[in-house]
């Protein structure tokens, strides 16, 4: 919604009036129009709908308190706030108006900046009400996707640990049981940690602590993490890094991108193949690069690839794991940064993900 100008249906039966409020939200609105009750019914059920409408009462044949009664009862239009109009001055009407579903009043004759104050005040309730809706129905995917995901490890971890407690097991046989259970318990700790970065950023509490760094100070450790993964499907790595340039960043939230960059260039390549990572500048930014040679990602993958809880047609080549939230946490750090984070790639030949953020002067203490 609000991708564009908010909608505003405006409902009278007569031409000035309608002028009047054109006139009135057309700089800052895009206005539709209806001069009675059952257009005013056909234009709520256009696509897109409206965002909010003002509903004059007295009209011909379908008046306001019909309308808004009909427009209540149909599932699509419920949600729409409605504000009524009014050159009555009946305490009785605005009670029924807001019994029958209505969000405010207007009295006419009407004060200009009341109206569009009261107009924008509703738009940003539809907003957050919205939003609100939004982070339910997020909340209840990381439930499904935490009760989903977690059950077979949980079963894993059980079943293991109960071998442990009541089975004659050879020292190599323990050792082997115990180190699934590491990762098995490592894997659930990664996929709470992800649902939780989520939770945060959608949430609106999600927050960076910049300080003077470079890529080139951190990227050597990061990499470091991943050797022994990288060395059990006999990936090499291939680094070049450049002189560093300094930048205002949060070391923490952006080792978390660079470490899901890494993760999923291992976890997509085959075996035997490398994994480039370069970093360089130019005048206005610092940037870094991660390359794979996996089986590189079609024009659809690309197009949802920072969405979370996507999907790839594109799979892991060592049936690791991935919920798909990786990128879309990283995307979020990077926007927070006022940086950017694209890929190139091509079907057969791997891909290559960039990070770039601002080359921001570092802060000189007074």
Request: aromatic letters at 6%.
């Amino acid at each position: 919604m609000f991708d564009a100008l908010p909608r505003i249906l405006v409902v009278d039966d007569e031409k000035t009036n309608l002028d009047v409020m054109v006139g009135l939200l057309s700089g800052e609105y895009r206005v539709i129009v209806a001069k009675n009750g059952f257009e005013a019914l056909k234009r709520a059920k256009s696509h897109p709908p409206p965002d909010l409408i003002l509903l004059d009462i007295m009209m011909p044949e379908l008046d306001g308190f019909a309308v808004c009664r009909q427009l209540q009862e149909e599932k699509s239009s419920a949600g729409i706030p409605i504000i009524m109009v009014t050159g009555m001055d009946n305490p009785g009407d605005e009670t029924r108006g807001l019994q029958m579903g209505a969000v405010d009043f207007i009295r006419k004759p009407f004060n200009a900046d009341a109206v569009m104050a009261r107009i924008r005040i509703h738009l940003e309730l539809l907003r957050q009400r919205e939003r609100l809706v939004e982070l339910n129905d997020l909340k209840n995917k990381f439930l499904g996707m935490a009760a989903h995901d977690l059950r077979s490890p949980l079963h894993s971890i059980c079943g293991l640990s109960d071998m442990l407690l009541h089975l004659e097991l050879t020292e190599d046989e323990r050792r082997r049981f115990i180190t699934t259970i590491l990762n098995v318990g490592l894997q659930m700790r990664n996929l709470v940690n992800d649902l939780l970065d989520v939770s945060v950023i959608e949430s609106g509490a999600f927050e960076i602590h910049r300080q003077s760094g470079s890529f080139e100070e951190f990227l050597p450790s990061r990499i470091e993490l991943f050797r022994f993964a990288a060395e059990k499907k006999a990936i090499r790595f291939n680094v070049h890094l450049s002189e560093p340039r300094v930048a205002q960043f949060d070391e923490d939230r952006m080792s978390q991108v660079v470490d899901n960059l890494i993760s999923n260039a291992i976890k997509f390549s085959n075996a035997g193949t490398q994994v480039t990572i370069r970093t360089g500048h130019d005048e206005t930014k610092i940037w870094l690069q991660v390359e794979d040679q996996g089986p590189g990602l079609s024009e659809e993958d690309q197009a949802c690839l920072f969405g979370a809880f996507q999907k790839l047609s594109a799979r892991p080549t060592g049936q690791e794991k991935s919920i798909g939230l990786g990128l879309a946490i990283a995307k979020k750090i990077v926007d927070a940064h006022h940086g950017e984070i694209t890929v190139q790639s091509v079907v057969g030949e791997g891909s290559v993900f960039t990070v770039s953020i601002p080359m921001v002067p570092a802060i000189v203490p007074s």
